[in-house]
C-alpha cells in the first residue's frame, strides 16, 4: 500500500486501504496494528516520487527537474525502503500484545463491508487506464532525461488518465460526485496561502531572525 501511494497518492491509498483492512481484521486481527501501519506507509511511501503528495508535486514543478520521477525515485527509493523496514520493527514491537493474542475486533455491521458491490468493468478500465498512466510517465521522465522535449508532464497525463475513465465508465456522474474535493480545496487553499505569505515578505521577516547560518534546518524549511 505503501508503494501504491507513490503512484497513485497517499491519501487515495489510505482511503481505498481501509475498508480492506477491516475485512482483513475480521480473521482476527485487531485493526490497530493494521490502521497506524497504512497511516505510517502511506506517508512514507508518498515521497518516493513526485505524484505521492501534493507537496512533492509542487517541489517537482517548482525545481525545474527535467525528469522529476527518475529524481525523486534515484534518490528517495532506498530512504523509503529503509523507512518501511524500520516502521516494521516498531510497529510489531509496539503492538506485539496485540499480535501474540490476537484480540481480534468486536465488529458490527456498521462498515457495510459486505454490502458493497464492486463494478468489475469499472474496475477492469481503471487497472488498464491506471497501468497505462504510470507506464506513460516513466516514458516522459526518459524522454526529458535524454533531453528531448515531451511537451506533456505528468499533470496532463494524470488528467488525460481520468478523462479516459469518465468517458468509458456510465457511471461519470456517480464518480464526480463521489470526488473528495474538500482535499483538493484543503490544498489549494494552503497553496496560496504559503504563496501570500511569500510575497509579502513575511517568511522572509521571520527567517532572518532565526537563522544564522545557510545549511541549518531552518533555512532549508523557510525556503
Known amino acids: 500500500m505503501g508503494t501504491l501511494s507513490a503512484f497513485l497518492m497517499n491519501d487515495t491509498i489510505a482511503l481505498v486501504a481501509t475498508p480492506i483492512l ?3 481484521a475480521r480473521t482476527g486481527i485487531n485493526t ?4 497506524i501501519t497504512l497511516a505510517f506507509v502511506v506517508t512514507i511511501g508518498s515521497t518516493m516520487t513526485p505524484i505521492g503528495n501534493p ?3 509542487l517541489i517537482a514543478v517548482e525545481s525545474g527537474m527535467k525528469a522529476p520521477m527518475i529524481e525523486f525515485l534515484k ?6 525502503i529503509v523507512n518501511y523496514i524500520v516502521t516494521y520493527i516498531i510497529v510489531k514491537a ?4 496485540y499480535l501474540d493474542l490476537g484480540l481480534p475486533y468486536n465488529y458490527n455491521d ?8 464492486v463494478d468489475d468493468r469499472l474496475a477492469s478500465i481503471c ?3 491506471v497501468s497505462l498512466m504510470i507506464i506513460t510517465f516513466f516514458i516522459v521522465n526518459v524522454g526529458e532525461a535524454l533531453g528531448y522535449n515531451m511537451y506533456i508532464d505528468m499533470g496532463h497525463i494524470a488528467v488525460a488518465a481520468a478523462l479516459v475513465i469518465l468517458l468509458l465508465t456510465g457511471k461519470r456522474f456517480a464518480i464526480l460526485h463521489n470526488v473528495n474535493y474538500g482535499i483538493i480545496v484543503l490544498f489549494i487553499a494552503m497553496f496560496i496561502f504559503i504563496h501570500a505569505l511569500a510575497k509579502t515578505s513575511f517568511i522572509d521577516t521571520i527567517s532572518s531572525y532565526l537563522l544564522t547560518t545557510d545549511d541549518t534546518l531552518l533555512n532549508i524549511v523557510f525556503s
Open 75 to 80: 534518490y528517495l527509493t532506498l530512504p523509503t
Open 94 to 97: 509496539y503492538f506485539r500484545r
Open 110 to 117: 456498521g462498515y457495510g463491508l459486505d454490502t458493497v458491490k
Open 22 to 24: 477491516l475485512s482483513i
Open 55 to 57: 507537496q512533492n508535486y
Open 127 to 129: 487497472k488498464v487506464v
Open 32 to 35: 490497530k496494528p493494521l490502521l
